[in-house]
Each structure stands twice: as structure tokens, then as C-alpha cells.
């Protein structure tokens, strides 16, 4: 039991803070990759002629 | 009533953010692609917040945390299972890779180029029949959390699963797959914040050495160890592995945040991410679930042998427990961002699962019947159109079920259940497609069928356990694809060009 409660301890811990970091780092990114996805989307239209 | 005007200022800005937000991507559709996979020009970090908000919802946290209730840390399992089986599919490609290199737009296209056009629409009615009664109880689900955080009369449940349904209906009817995008980056930053503000509420209100305490005192050594928990064993883990193998790579929703990226290379870069939040999306709403345990069971011991939690001389399920302790340990002003935070989880998962199934519906039930009855193809525009009409359509089912369906057991487990109704042939078939040449289409339509009837024969009617009815489930799938191939070998000539090739 006290292996078991020690081991999900630190997966717990690892899982909380891996959610934490890349949260931030998405966070802070995702907003160059909206405008990316825009552009795209834009492009395409203008190749199909609309 | 538990909200303040703090807490109704903060979930309505939050409310009128979003729809705006949303009805801005209405201006990027052009044709179908844009509508479904956003133009496969998904990018690493959108991919990830969409990904992961696609699968982390209200819901998620419900049955997560009504799972750590009643069987403490060895749940955790659960989302160990997840995360890894994530990351693994994500270093590997497994089948994800190719799904993209093929330029998809739903799972059951990929059986039309490998099989035939009849699988794909028989695997097509198979999938939309799993995922609508999956995402059934999702609403009444949500509902049940939104009046028990508010405080809100249960009265009101129906006007608020009525109210969630139609916000979300909007933004995804009117920019289907880049409305929800754009929301998901919004609704995955308000999620996790949510999340992470939750979690260290619950442990620092219960304590974590009372936490241990009560686990111990009231599951004993099954509370921790997976392998001896009588709700769980050898027979869950097995099941679970398998289970989140097929949902990472056969998953509609999943598979079209991949189909949606700009490159197979980066999909897998997606998944791998993603992976490693999957590890805290389940074990810190399990870790709610274990910590209303701590602070609310002190109720008769039930069948699922963990006591009922009681909340102010109130007997509730342990599916209500984490709701009732948000309630009560969340001050004003925290408890608005959390129930914001849970609304937005709430929005991204419906939103992109509305989508998911009526893009089943539309892509692979409606329009390959109409080239099989001989009518000339859709254009793009009138595409779309069906899309939103099959929306609506599961919308309003979705709506029905949830207010008339009573669930048998633990959400976590009904869904994995109605989840593998269409998981287990499809995996295998996938699977058998890419990576078995003798796989034919008499296998895949055996491995169909056998995978649906081993869910719902032995769960609906045998009243079996879920972890052996998923493992049949997955068996029997297998089985058929094996026997059906080898018996009924696949002509050359009869294969699609595709496959051929």
C-alpha cells in the first residue's frame, strides 16, 4: 500500500504540473497559431477564386 | 442560491465572450473542408488546446471524479492508462499517421478506401449509434453540476440543459470546425485555470493526510492498488489499455483535431502533447472525487461499498459529491471563474462532439447513399447545409435522451460501454487495414457487427460486468475480422483503387 500511495503521489504530482506548463506555453503560443490558421483559411479562399 | 452577482458577471461576460468569439468563424468557411477539418491548417499549440478541450468537459470531471469517490487512488490507473496510451500513439503514428497522410474528414471514410462503400455506410450508422447515445447523458450530466455549484432549483435543470445546448448549437451550426477552434484556445486556458484553482482548493480544504486517512480507512488496500480492487482487477486494465488505444486513433472527435493539422508529422507531435495533460485530466478531478470523499462520506455504506456523501443532513449520489464540495469551499468571485471554467469545458466538448457525430450523419450515412441510389453529387455549399440540418438533428436527440434516460451505474463506465459499441470493430478493422493484408471486407463487416452485439448483448441485456463486456466487446471483433477474412479472402478486383494501391 505505502509503494502504491508514493508511486500515484508522484504521478499525481508529474501530471499536475506537465498540465500546468504546457498550459502556459499553449497559452502564450496558441495565439500566433490563431492568426496562422486565419491567414490559411484566408489563402485558400483567394485560390479558389472567391 | 450559492451565486453571488460577482460570480453571474464573471460567467456572463465569460458566456457573450464566447458566442461572439464564435460567430466570427463563420467568416472563414469556404467550402466543406473548412467546415469540418478547418482547412488542415491546424497549427501545434491550437491543435493541443483543442484538442484537449475537446476531451475535457463537465462531464469529463463528473465521472472522473465520481470514479475517485468510489475507488480512490487505484482510479488513478485510469488515467495513467490514458495519458501513456496517448503519448505512445503519438511517438509511434500508430494508424494516425496514415489517417492524415489520406486526408480524412471522419474514421468511417477510411473504410470506403480500403474496404467498400456499403462498410463505410454500415460503419457509419454504427459510429453515429455509439457516439449520440455516448454524448446522451452528457447534457443532463452538466445540468445536474450547473444547479448543484449554483445552487439553482433542480426545477431549472431543463432550462439549463436546454440554455447550454443552444449557445453552443449556435457558434457550431453557423462556423462549424473553426468557430470551435477559436473557442477551444479560449475555453482550454479558462478550463485549466479552472482546474489547477479547483484542485488545490480540494486538497488544501480536505488535507492531504486526512485524505490518505480516509482511503485507507474506507477502501483499505483496494483504495490504492488496482490489481486488488474489487471494482477494478486485471480485467479493467487490460480492457482500459485496449479501450484508449482505439479512442486516441479511432475517436472522431480525436481523429479530427488530427485530420485537421497541416501535416502528419505534426499530428503526432499534437498527440504526444496532449498526452501528457491527459495524465491530469483524469487524476485531478479523481483527486476531487477522493477529497468530497474525505469531507462528505460519512453516509451508510452503499452497494459500491464507499458511504453515501451527506451534505448539510442531505443524503446525495456520490455523482453529486464533487459539485456539493465546489459549493462549499469555493468563495464568491472563485466559485464565478470555476463555474465559467466548467461551462467552457462544457461548450468545447458538446460543441466538437455536435459536430463529430452530425458529420458521421452527414458524410458517411446521407451523402454515399445518395451516390449509391445514383443522385448527383452535393456541392460544397449544400454540404454544409446537411451538416447543420444533422446538428440539429442530433442536438435534439441528445436533448430527449438526456431528459428521459436513467443511467444504470457509474458514468465513467457507461460511457466506456457505449463508446466501445462502435470502438472495438473499428479499431480492429482499422488496424487489420493498415497493418494485415488478407483483411477483407467480410472481416471488417464481421468485426462491425460482433464488436457492436459484444457490447450491447452482454451490457444491456446479460447485465454483465463492463470491464468483461468490453473485453468481449474487443474480442469478439477481433475474432470476426480473423474469421471473416480467412474464410471470404479479398479479391483483387474487388477492391477499391485505393487499396489496391
Known amino acids: ?50 | 442560491m450559492n451565486f453571488t452577482s460577482l460570480d453571474w458577471i464573471v460567467v456572463i461576460a465569460y458566456l457573450v465572450t464566447t458566442m461572439g468569439i464564435g460567430i466570427i468563424g463563420r467568416r472563414y468557411i469556404g467550402d466543406v473542408s473548412h467546415y469540418l477539418v478547418a482547412g488542415r491548417e491546424l497549427g501545434l499549440y491550437v491543435g493541443i488546446a483543442t484538442l484537449a478541450a475537446t476531451e475535457i468537459g463537465t462531464i469529463t470531471f463528473m465521472y472522473y471524479a465520481e470514479f475517485g469517490y468510489k475507488a480512490g487512488f487505484a482510479a488513478f490507473a485510469a488515467a495513467v492508462i490514458s495519458g501513456l496510451a496517448m503519448i505512445i500513439v503519438g511517438r509511434t503514428g500508430l494508424i494516425i499517421h496514415r489517417f492524415r497522410e489520406l486526408r480524412l474528414m471522419t474514421v468511417p471514410e477510411y473504410f470506403e478506401i480500403q474496404y467498400s462503400l456499403g462498410l463505410r455506410v454500415v460503419t457509419g450508422i454504427i459510429v453515429a449509434l455509439g457516439g449520440i447515445l455516448n454524448m446522451g447523458i452528457f447534457l443532463r450530466v452538466e445540468g445536474q453540476f450547473l444547479t448543484m455549484v449554483t445552487g439553482l432549483d433542480s426545477r431549472y435543470l431543463v432550462g439549463v440543459m436546454t440554455a447550454i445546448l443552444t449557445l453552443e448549437l449556435i457558434y457550431t451550426v453557423l462556423g462549424g470546425m473553426v468557430s470551435i477552434v477559436i473557442t477551444d484556445y479560449l475555453q482550454y486556458v479558462l478550463l485549466s485555470v479552472a482546474t489547477i484553482t479547483v484542485t488545490i482548493y480540494a486538497v488544501a480544504h480536505a488535507g492531504w493526510g486526512a485524505i490518505i486517512e480516509k482511503v485507507a480507512s474506507t477502501l483499505g488496500s483496494a483504495g490504492f492498488n488496482p490489481i486488488t480492487n474489487p471494482k477494478l482487477g486485471l480485467s479493467f486494465l487490460v480492457w482500459q489499455t485496449v479501450f484508449w488505444f482505439a479512442i486516441h486513433t479511432c475517436w472522431q472527435t480525436t481523429a479530427m483535431r488530427m485530420f485537421s493539422t497541416k501535416s502528419p508529422e505534426l499530428s503526432r507531435k499534437v498527440m504526444t502533447w496532449t498526452g501528457f495533460i491527459f495524465l491530469g485530466r483524469g487524476m485531478m478531478p479523481m483527486l476531487w472525487g477522493i477529497a468530497a470523499l474525505t469531507m462528505f462520506g460519512t453516509g451508510t455504506v452503499g452497494p459500491d461499498g464507499v458511504p453515501a456523501p451527506v451534505v448539510g443532513g442531505r443524503v446525495l449520489q456520490p455523482l453529486e459529491a464533487m459539485p456539493a464540495m465546489l459549493a462549499a469551499i469555493l468563495g464568491s468571485g472563485a466559485r464565478g471563474i470555476v463555474v465559467a471554467g466548467m461551462l467552457a469545458a462544457t461548450m468545447s466538448v458538446n460543441s466538437s462532439y455536435l459536430l463529430g457525430w452530425s458529420s458521421i450523419i452527414s458524410q458517411d450515412i446521407i451523402l454515399p447513399l445518395r451516390r449509391a441510389l445514383g443522385r448527383a453529387p452535393l456541392d460544397s455549399r449544400r454540404q454544409i447545409m446537411v451538416n447543420r440540418l444533422a446538428n440539429l438533428f442530433v442536438s435534439l436527440f441528445v436533448m430527449f435522451w438526456g431528459l428521459y434516460y436513467s443511467l444504470p451505474g457509474a458514468v465513467y463506465l457507461y460511457l466506456g460501454i457505449t463508446a466501445t459499441i462502435y470502438l472495438a470493430g473499428t479499431f480492429v478493422s482499422v488496424l487489420g487495414g493498415l497493418y494485415w493484408k488478407r483483411a477483407s471486407t467480410a472481416g471488417g463487416y464481421l468485426a462491425m457487427v460482433c464488436g457492436a452485439a459484444g457490447a450491447i448483448i452482454p451490457y444491456f441485456f446479460l447485465h454483465w460486468s463492463e470491464n468483461i463486456t468490453g473485453l468481449c466487446a474487443f474480442g469478439l471483433a477481433t475474432a470476426g475480422l480473423i474469421l471473416g477474412s480467412l474464410l471470404f479472402p479479398r479479391r483483387l478486383s474487388a477492391m477499391p483503387a485505393a487499396a489496391r494501391e
Do not use: C, N, P
Open chain 1, 1 to 50: 500500500m505505502r509503494y502504491w500511495l508514493l508511486f500515484w503521489t508522484f504521478a499525481a504530482l508529474t501530471a499536475g504540473l506537465s498540465f500546468a506548463l504546457i498550459t502556459i506555453v499553449v497559452t502564450i503560443k496558441g495565439g500566433r497559431d490563431l492568426r496562422e490558421l486565419f491567414r490559411g483559411l484566408v489563402e485558400q479562399r483567394k485560390k479558389r477564386g472567391e
